[in-house]
């Protein structure tokens, strides 16, 4: 697929979290597939850079969340959004893709809106269940949002936002993922239940769950000592954080970097933060727990603004707690080890949580949504393209 104006087609691809960078790769991938010679400059991250963006910035380095972390770095935030400005006027992109991210974004997408130029949401942020007032904005400023989850359409279409259903990137992750053989030959032979501790990719959510995780661990534990836990950290100054808290806790637990798919295949059950890891525990069928801890205000705020019964994807997906979950201020660690205990003391209990898994998982767990994005992305500006010609 080639321009109708003759030259290659350029764009823009923004993505502030590790999980928005990795879908934004893939997106990617699947473009230059299609169109070679496609040019990709944007915000993003090193998986991105990897396979070929050029990149404005490394946004997914402050990955940051909630008031105070959005505060420390609003004066960057407006520097990037200037820097965008400029770029969209004087290296005009054909169109701007947005992934997630919804604050900055937002500013992004008004400046380009601004400048005439498309706009699109990959992976939208999840207004529906959190301050859904904000689809105004997404109304003004989008030309399109290529929806994730199959409720998504039906909620934007209602409130006016032109969308295309595409699934979600995840699964096209996942269903390619390689796992490293030689570490799950060594971990299975040690023998004994693995419970996985997954406390997230942000540095705050680390700071917040894990010390919870561990309590958690140590009721486990006390019940059952032939349990193992192995810890899942983002990067290695997490790690560093992780094992500085668990360090006094005398348990057998393990902690690495970038295992994150070889650990909850390992694992029996997992206790996770909240987020699109619950939908890679779904596609391995692992029983797990939720949490999310916050201060508060946050609990306070959710009260007020959330529009929705649960805060994990793959429960909104079953509209049933599929998934045990705690959004809280306080210690749940009680709960959170007598979910875990029931699964490794009763199979039946487990056996009857991964049939439910196993069915979702069939009904959701659709690959391909990074091509159908391209498809749809690369046949819009072509089209538009050629309207412009026309014209």
């Known amino acids: 697929m080639t321009l109708a104006v003759g030259r290659h087609m350029h764009l823009f691809i923004s993505a502030g979290e590790p999980s928005g960078d990795l879908h934004g790769a893939n997106l990617i991938r699947a473009l230059k597939a299609r169109h070679p010679g496609i040019r990709i400059t944007g915000f993003g991250g090193p998986r991105m ?91 003004r400023w989008f030309d399109g949002v290529l929806t994730a989850l199959p409720f998504e359409e039906k909620w934007y279409r209602e409130r006016g ?22 570490f799950l030959g060594e971990y299975r032979g040690k023998g004994g239940p693995v419970v996985a501790l997954l406390p997230g990719s942000r540095n705050q959510e680390v700071a917040k769950n894990f010390s919870d995780m561990l ?43 970038g295992r994150t798919p070889e650990i909850i295949e390992l694992a029996d059950c997992c206790v996770a933060v909240s987020g699109s890891v619950s939908l890679e525990m779904m596609y391995r069928l692992k029983p797990a727990v939720i949490t999310y801890r916050g201060g508060l205000f946050l609990r306070i705020a959710s009260w007020a603004l959330m529009t929705v019964k649960y805060i994990t ?38 056996a009857g949580r991964v049939d439910r898994l196993r069915q979702l998982r069939e009904e959701v767990a659709r690959p391909g949504a990074c091509a159908r994005a391209a498809d749809f992305l690369l046949e819009t500006v072509r089209l538009r393209a050629g309207a412009r010609t026309a014209a």
């Open 313 to 350: 994807l793959v429960n909104l997906l079953a509209n049933e707690e599929v998934y045990p979950e705690f959004g809280t201020y306080r210690d749940r660690s009680d709960d959170i080890a007598s979910h875990i205990l029931t699964w490794l003391n009763d199979p039946a209990a487990r």
């Open 215 to 257: 309590s958690a661990a140590r009721q486990i534990h006390a019940a059952r000592p032939d349990v193992r836990f192995l810890v899942a950290s983002f990067n290695a100054r997490q790690a560093e954080a992780v094992r500085e808290t668990a360090k006094e806790a005398s348990l057998p637990i393990e902690i690495h970097v």
């Open 49 to 139: 850079e990897a396979v070929g963006a050029d990149l404005l910035y490394r946004l997914t380095d402050l990955a940051v969340m909630w008031f105070g972390q959005v505060f420390a770095n609003i004066l960057t935030f407006f520097r990037l959004a200037r820097r965008a400005r400029r770029h969209f006027e004087t290296d005009r992109p054909d169109a701007v893709v947005l992934i997630d991210y919804p604050g900055f974004h937002f500013a992004l997408a008004k400046r380009a809106h601004a400048a005439g130029i498309p706009v699109y949401f990959f992976v939208p942020p999840q207004l529906w269940g959190w301050a859904g007032w904000r689809v105004k904005k997404v109304r």
């Open 161 to 182: 936002v032109n969308t295309h259903y595409v699934g979600h990137p995840y699964y096209d992750e996942l269903a390619v993922q390689p796992l490293d053989a030689k």
